[in-house]
């Protein structure tokens, strides 16, 4: 036997036991798998996750949770029973250790951040920003991304069953919090969706359309349904990708039987059109991949509809090892059926320092990866680069590891670059965390920092 970096062995999946937490002790199955039961519980303060954990989580633990939310936390707490369900999976509030298991669990490191967990010397990259994708600047109607020449990403909703700490679109998704307040959509939603479809008849260019958000599981779906159905009306539109990381944090939604015969309509109508509708999920770490995680999926795939596909995030302390990455990409495909699809990088926002690799590391982690999966179940490891869009990161045209600062360039305009002569042959800039660089690259930033911070004030402010 050849011994190998990376051991592959099936994982069996498992739904905790939700009874081992104090506020869910006498639920029930049935309850469990009503999504009205899992929206109703989702845990939304301190208050409740006291009330749910007893007095097994530590004092300690609340009180850095409390300290994250008045001073650095971009998202508000919301958490399905689902979810947590799956933090700390072998230990129960009432035995010894459970907060020390709870701390160390890599869902909860993203979806309950705490201030410990931040950095304190680079809590943020001089260059982070809002929308550090620059998103609305491209938006062709408010809330449809015209980034990229022949797609579109249609945010049709600025909420979700749960919200991610690092999130992307923290700018616009989810309720304030004590340090960030929340860009508002202008139009209301109707008239919204309704710009969303006129552009895209007027723009047979676009052949592709992200609908996302925050996530398509918060619209009402009738509401969804004919947003969908009348993409398919449009002849020029023939690839349809649903953001969705509810099928992981909540899939009693996608199992509920108004979404399964709505997705069927949907998938039969894309089918007469030859038009492909595929599912695109979050999931981050191979624990949330349960039972009911992998029914969702099938139902959905039951449905007709091409594909479920996963675009993760790379978060350090998360998913930040082959490990790691190869157990999610093999439980993924082999016991849910869902095709690994793209690991981002996580976006360079406020507060993410902590969770954010470098440039050299996510090269790394691709090479480790690789070999291991079938080709086209082999995640890219993928850089959002503000301006260019999404890049593999060996695509990178210079790189200077000293200041954690890599260059790309890009093959295609954007909405907003339409008399820019420079567009396709400048350089962009991406950033490495700070404390990932050698001694002086650090000293340079500190001495730079000042200077930064005033570069970016705009962008900052404008979100
Ligand atoms: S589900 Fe997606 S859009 Fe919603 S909070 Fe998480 S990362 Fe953001």
Not at 157 to 170: A, F, W
Not at 249 to 255: D, F, S
Request: charge should be negative; aromatic fraction near 10%.
């Amino acid at each position: 036997m050849v011994s190998q970096p990376y051991v592959y062995r099936r994982a069996e999946l498992v739904e905790p036991d939700w009874r081992r937490f104090p506020g869910w002790s006498s639920v029930t199955a049935e309850e469990w798998e009503s999504v009205q039961w899992q929206r109703a519980h989702c845990v939304k303060n301190l208050r409740q996750l006291r009330d749910l954990t007893g007095p097994g989580l530590g004092e300690d633990f609340l009180a850095d949770l409390e300290r994250d939310q008045r001073e650095r936390a971009t998202m508000s707490m919301l958490v399905p029973p689902q979810m947590l369900n799956t933090m700390a999976p072998a230990s129960a509030p009432d035995e010894p250790g459970f907060t020390d298991a709870f701390y160390a669990d890599p869902v909860r490191r993203y979806m309950i951040p705490v201030f410990s967990d931040r950095r304190t010397d680079w809590p943020s990259h001089p260059y982070a920003s809002r929308d550090s994708l620059h998103e609305a600047e491209m938006w062709a109607v408010e809330g449809l991304t015209h980034r990229y020449p022949t797609k579109v990403l249609a945010e049709v909703l600025p909420t979700c069953p749960q919200y991610c700490g690092h999130c992307t679109r923290m700018d616009l998704v989810g309720n304030p919090t004590p340090i960030i307040a929340k860009h508002k959509f202008g139009l209301p939603p109707a008239d919204r969706l309704t710009a969303m479809i006129e552009y895209l008849r007027a723009t047979p260019g676009v052949r592709d359309v992200v609908v996302s958000g925050g996530d398509v599981a918060n619209l009402p779906w009738p509401r969804l349904e004919s947003f969908v159905s009348s993409l398919l009306d449009i002849g020029n539109i023939r690839d349809i990708r649903l953001a969705t990381k509810a099928l992981m944090g909540l899939p009693q939604h996608w199992l509920a039987d108004q979404v399964r015969s709505g997705m069927e309509r949907l998938a039969s109508k894309a089918h007469e059109r030859g038009v492909s509708i595929a599912i695109h999920t979050h999931v981050n770490a191979a624990q949330s991949v349960t039972p009911l995680v992998a029914r969702a999926a099938q139902a959905m795939l039951d449905t007709g509809i091409r594909d479920v596909r996963n675009q993760g995030v790379l978060l350090a302390g998360v998913n930040d090892s082959a490990q790691a990455l190869l157990d999610l990409c093999f439980v993924l495909l082999d016991e849910a059926r869902i095709m690994p699809y793209y690991f981002y990088m996580c976006d360079m926002i406020p507060g993410s320092e902590h969770w954010r690799l470098s440039l050299a590391q996510a090269q790394d982690l691709q090479h480790q990866i690789m070999g291991y999966l079938p080709g086209f179940a082999t995640p890219r490891m993928i850089c959002d680069v503000p301006y260019v869009g999404k890049r593999w990161v060996h695509q990178v045209s210079r790189y200077d590891t000293e200041l954690g600062i890599s260059y790309w360039t890009k093959n295609y305009r954007t909405s907003v670059e339409a008399s820019d002569e420079l567009a396709l042959s400048r350089e962009y800039p991406y950033y490495d965390p700070i404390h990932t660089l050698p001694g002086p690259g650090q000293a340079w930033w500190r001495d730079h920092e000042a200077l930064a911070a005033e570069r970016t004030a705009q962008p900052a402010a404008a979100g």
